[in-house]
């Protein structure tokens, strides 16, 4: 069986503060960092195409406003304002195509 | 005279039906780096000793034009055959025919012959190579998947089943393979995925290729779907051949066995371990030591490299290996290497093969990766698998065995039947380093020089707890032994344990955590 060589090197793991030399598998070097959730960052939550933006940077916005449309599995999403405050800035254009959890807007 | 012509037809008849998809469509098979059915079959089995069933059978669709479209062989190949001497159960599709895809009668003659392997108690191979359901034939085709399926799920734990993804798997087709004990694909032929690159595009908006999505490669290494990988077909068929030489023909026997080898007296058991339990070494060394001709044939050898799974043989006869491996992620249990060995320890279990198990790991890989990805079920698995077992349970304590870690890793607790420890074994709650600080905070935190008194703290705690004697001096180890005593006490136990009657309360069944 072939093997691939690239992943040959030791590293350190740390487990109940003692440091293991060992290798590490890809996807534990590739894991990301765990980040929280922000309340007024608004994530995409599917893949897709954005059709129309519905607020400027600057906009006041309520809690359940529609802020973007975006397109994704042939139908138009309203993705919803989750906070109650004023668009702190917007991180995409019309036409542009998003993958899963792109910050698209913040809110503030 | 008569008859001298009726042989002449069915030999033209046979010769014609051989060919299968005609030469054209083999061409294009070989220029793919692919075998047809038919010598897929005769590759894997005993020469002379295939025979094929069915051959004659036609489909009787009449929609969309197939009523005009003769299909020979309905595009599968069915039989009975051996391998060494053993009987099996085969099919194969074939892709020259319609693409090998199934319909009403292709299914049919696929449920006859694993009807046949489970009646006649038989290992069945199942060659997959076919483009999905033939859709011409609506629900019939659905309807053949749906049989295959429920009869993959009946045979599974009575007869030993292997799939080989030999071309393309995919959508419903790929939950056959799923459902049966081993996986076998080869680089650049086997492609198996639910939906393809195609429609992943268009719902998704995601572009990835066929091979980076349900590549073999991808199978053995990322997902776990696959236990073996080969380079080719041939590579492929010899791995096939080996595993069927290995495991028993049915849950009511042994595996045949073989005269015993001692093993390469290139592995020095006892200079394999470092003595540094914060350092790596290859666990396939510890059980080439101890195995027949230092042979072992390992499983899914790609996938959550953390943990070790495998046949090898003790005394002539198969043994099932589980082994922390120190060398990958520092041997810990994670949701994948959970997964693989649970798996692994159910197959011995359901076919009465001894289960030998080395421990050296320091617990579970802490992150939050890890707890939302479910690592409570998925390592609750482990537990689950060796409580559950009643073969014969060996364990040897290499060097750490901390925390949930070793109690999952077939510990007394859980019924192991001989529980040995190397004298530098260190069975504890945690590592000393932890576990100091922990116990000894106070007094490390209130030291005029914390950094001595933890380091002092460290090794009180080795003295103490950092060993086998321990755990043995309440019988939770039933000998301390030296590692070049291992072979032969494994031996002893596997005599001793050849007769082991064990039976769990009546159900109708259990509820692993899947």
Known sequence: ?108 | MALEKKIRELKEKREKLLLGGGEEAIEKQKAMGKNTARERILAILDEDSFCEYDMFVEHDARDFGMDKKQLPSDGVVIGTGTISGNPVAIFAQDFTVAGGSLGLMHSRKITKIMDHALKMRMPLIGINDSGGARIQEGVNSLAGYGEIFFRNTISSGVIPQISVILGPCAGGAVYSPALTDFVFVVENISKMFITGPEVIKTVLGEEISMEDLGGARVHCEVTGNAHFFASNEDECFSQIKKLISLVPRNNQVKADACPTLPPDSKYDIEKIVPGDPTLPYDVKDVIRSVTDGSEFFEIQELWAKNIVIGFGRMGGNTVGFVANQPLEMAGVLDVDSSDKAARFIRYCDAFNIPLITFVDLPGYLPGVDQEHAGVIRHGAKVLYAYSEATVPKLTVILRKAYGGGYIAMSSRHLRADFVFAWPAAEIAVMGPEGAANIIFRKEITTASNPDEMRKQKVEEYKEKFANPYVAASRGYVDSVIEPAETRKLLLHALEISANKQESMPAKKHGLPPF
């Not at chain 1, 007024?40 to 359940?64: M, N, Q, R």
């Not at chain 1, 975006?70 to 999403?77: D, I, P, R, S, Y």
């Open chain 1, 1 to 108: 069986m072939k093997e691939n060589n690239d992943n040959n090197e030791l590293g350190k793991l740390m487990i109940d503060q003692t440091s293991y030399t060992t290798r590490l598998s890809k996807s534990f070097k590739k894991r990301k960092p765990y980040m929280p959730e922000v309340p007024g960052a608004v994530i995409s939550f599917i893949p897709g195409t954005i059709i129309e933006i519905l607020v400027k940077e600057g906009s006041k916005v309520k809690a359940g406003d529609d802020l973007v449309i975006l397109e994704a599995m042939k139908m138009f999403n309203r993705v919803k304002c989750p906070v109650t405050g004023v668009v702190k800035k917007v991180h995409i254009a019309p036409g542009m195509r998003v993958t899963r959890g792109t910050l698209l807007v913040e809110v503030e």
